[in-house]
């Protein structure tokens, strides 16, 4: 609804105006009465208003007072200033120059005419109709002025070393000219507990929910090509601000790193890079939800990688040696300089572990359990954890699982006993519905396990094997020539006859009936 306030000190007047512009526009405008000057502009500064419907000549503060009064606001109420109707019953031209001053929609002499007023009214709804549609223009447009410099913004971060022609080209494009200076860059992320990532949109939601309860100016905020927020804005303690922020509402996993203070369109792309490198490092200290460019070590400490140490972990998995896995792991990572490290080096040892240990047990001794594979595909990427020490713990963890599984694979690759249970059994049961799940836990074997050991035993897979026992078997028959094939194909365990008549013409080259045939022609 339109809201309406009618200003007038006599209250016949203001009942009757209420009342001729109920019945003419009915349900269309919210209508506020007020006596004098100031009692309306407090009830516009409280509520606002679309329309206002003012007499001239009033006590406290008259008409024209108020009209000044609500010009000079700095800050209009939201929806713009409000359309103005004066009402008098003086024919003074100051007055008229007064409403042309301000913008007045229109002048109406008292007493006031019905048509006149309702012809007043409806030019104002047009009015605020043509704003409306105006404002509606400029926000789609504003909106898509946004998305355009943040896409530019993506692609300037990309660049190096520009010429002052492109300087200027990205300056006007991304409006560097309305930035507020000095500025800083910060990228802003979300890790759970469990290494995964707030998606990016709820981030950004997050993130500019928590500015506006902040002090300061940000210049732009924007979604990088990783899905993470990008803010500029100065200077850096604001940006700490953030950090506090989410402290206080117990934001554990919000982390963000910050560049140095900058004041060119070079010092913009150098400093997304700062910040990123900054966020990087929020993984090595568990306690720290922001760091700074400019408080990381000058000379952080980088090594080649230990290869050798590397492989001797491969090498004592299984061997019953896992009290030495934790304090190599803590030789390789160099645990006692962690906070003097750069990432790099644990990226590089990350990679190499996965590599020359975790994929190569998996090449050699196939799939182990689900539980080890989904911790090993969470561990084959140290950005799926929120901090270091939960890598560590769980790469360790990992490795300990490997061991014991290693050991099972091998202990079942000597022994064989269980292999030969598991091999009469089914010749013994082979005409019934096998599957491997049940052969596995007739012999107390991991499934996982008994695939790759019963594969190393009888040099086939389980599948493969038990359809080589059903069609021995059924040569058998045939070769009593006592029973029908259907008869037979159902003796040997096979659901159907036409499945029976593929596997056997699989793996003899000829069908069930040819085999019969042949052996009657001899």
Same mark, same amino acid.
């Given at each position: ?12 007047? @203001?009942?009757? =105006? ?5 019945? *003419? ?31 001239? @000549? ?58 006149? =007023? ?47 022609? *492109?300087?200027? !080209? ?78 206080? @509402? ?26 990123? $490198?900054? !966020? ?20 952080? #400490? ?21 009290? $030495? ?14 906070? *003097? ?85 089914? *010749? ?43 069609? #021995? ?9 006592? =029973? ?34 042949? =052996?009657?022609?001899?």
């Amino acid at each position: 609804m339109t809201k309406l306030i009618i200003v007038d000190d006599e209250k016949n007047i @203001r009942i009757g =105006l209420k009342t001729m512009i109920e019945r *003419e526009f009915p349900d269309q405008y919210e209508l506020i009465m007020a006596g004098h000057g100031a009692e309306a502009f407090e009830l516009y500064q409280k509520t606002g208003a679309d329309i206002i419907l003012t007499d001239i @000549r009033m006590p406290v503060m008259d008409g024209i007072t108020m009209i000044e009064k609500i010009s000079a606001e700095q800050t209009p109420v939201e929806g713009g200033r409000p359309q103005i109707i004066i009402l008098s019953g003086y024919e003074d031209f100051e007055y008229a120059k007064a409403a042309i001053r301000y913008q007045v929609v229109d002048y109406l002499l008292k007493p006031i005419r019905r048509d006149e =007023l309702f012809t007043s009214l409806r030019k104002c709804q047009e009015h605020l109709a043509k704003r409306s549609r105006m404002a509606e223009q400029l926000a789609v447009t504003e909106s898509y002025r946004q998305q355009v410099q943040s896409a530019r913004l993506q692609e300037l971060f990309l660049m190096q070393n520009m010429t002052e022609d *492109e300087v200027r !080209l990205w300056s006007t494009e991304i409006g560097f000219d309305h930035y507020k200076l000095p500025f800083c860059v910060a990228v802003v992320s979300y890790k759970y507990e469990d290494g995964s990532r707030m998606k990016k949109e709820e981030l950004m939601s997050l993130t500019q929910h928590m500015l506006e309860s902040m002090e300061g100016e940000i210049n732009t905020s924007l979604l990088d090509r990783e899905g993470r927020v990008v803010l500029v804005g100065g200077p850096s303690t604001q940006l700490a601000d953030l950090s506090f922020l989410a402290a206080e @509402r117990e934001l554990e996993g919000m982390l963000i790193g910050v560049s140095s203070e900058g004041n060119t369109l070079e010092d913009l792309v150098i400093g997304y890079h700062q910040a990123r $490198e900054s !966020l990087k490092y929020t993984f090595i200290y568990p306690k720290t939800r922001l760091i700074r460019y400019g408080k990381l070590p000058d000379n952080r #400490r980088s090594y080649p990688l230990p290869k050798e140490k590397i492989h001797k972990l491969g090498n004592i998995l299984g061997t019953n040696h896992e009290k $030495e896995i934790g304090p190599l792991l803590q030789e390789i990572f160099r645990i006692e300089q962690l906070s *003097e490290l750069d990432i790099s080096y644990l990226e590089g040892v990350s990679r190499y572990i996965n590599e020359q240990v975790l994929d190569e047990v998996f090449r050699i001794y196939g799939e182990a359990s689900v539980e080890v594979l989904k911790l090993y595909r969470k561990v084959g990427v140290m950005s799926n954890f929120r901090h270091f020490h939960d890598y560590f713990r769980s790469l360790e963890q990992l490795l300990l699982d490997l061991g014991e599984y290693i050991k099972e694979i091998r202990s079942a690759h000597s022994e064989h006993g269980e292999m030969k249970e598991a091999v009469a059994y089914i *010749e013994e049961h082979y005409h019934r519905p096998l599957n491997m799940a049940m052969v596995s836990n007739y012999v107390s074997l991991n499934y996982s396990y008994f695939s790759e050991t019963f594969k190393a035993y009888t040099g086939e897979s389980f599948v493969t094997y038990l359809k080589k026992v059903r069609i #021995r078997k059924a040569k058998e028959l045939i070769g009593k020539g006592k =029973l029908k094939l259907s008869e037979i194909s159902a003796a040997v365990g096979f659901e159907n006859t036409r499945h029976f008549s593929r596997v056997f013409k699989e793996l003899e080259g000829v069908s069930p009936q040819e085999y019969r045939e042949k =052996l009657l022609s001899r």
